[in-house]
């Protein structure tokens, strides 16, 4: 079983910065596909990013490109989430998930473990 825990979330002006945290306690962190989900209120789960463990590729939603940029830390079991230039339609709970293999990296089936969420709320 893998545990998942997201942290920095809060409330920003549009236009600011966040930057989300999510500690794995995955022994072999470095082998698992990342991702950021996020949920705003109303509306289904959607994708945000991803970043492939073998490669380090990341994968972006069109809506947060040039906007966000996910990395990871492997030597810290811990991948990040920085947000830039939010907007208010960021606003939403953010979920990090975790898989040791994914065919389609924006499904949320597709990932085995996940964490509480965080809130990202952007005041305009």
């Known amino acids: 079983q893998v545990e998942l825990v997201e942290s920095g979330g809060g409330l920003v002006q549009a236009g600011g910065s966040l930057r989300l945290s999510c500690a794995s306690s995955?022994?072999?962190?470095?082998?698992?596909?990342m991702a950021w989900f996020r949920q705003a209120p109303g509306k289904e789960r959607e994708f945000v990013a991803n970043?492939?463990?073998?490669?380090?590729?990341?994968f972006y939603t069109d809506s947060v490109k040039g906007r966000f940029t996910i990395s990871r830390d492997n030597a810290k079991n811990t991948m990040y989430l920085q947000m830039n230039n939010l907007k208010p339609e960021d606003t939403g709970v953010y979920y990090c998930?975790?898989?040791?293999?994914?065919?389609?990296?924006?499904?949320?089936?597709?990932?085995?473990?996940w964490g509480q969420g965080t809130q990202v709320t952007v005041s305009s």
């Open positions: 998930a975790a898989a040791l293999r994914v065919w389609d990296q924006a499904r949320d089936s597709e990932y085995d473990y």
């Open positions: 970043i492939r463990g073998s490669t380090g590729n990341t």
């Open positions: 995955a022994r072999t962190f470095s082998r698992y596909n």
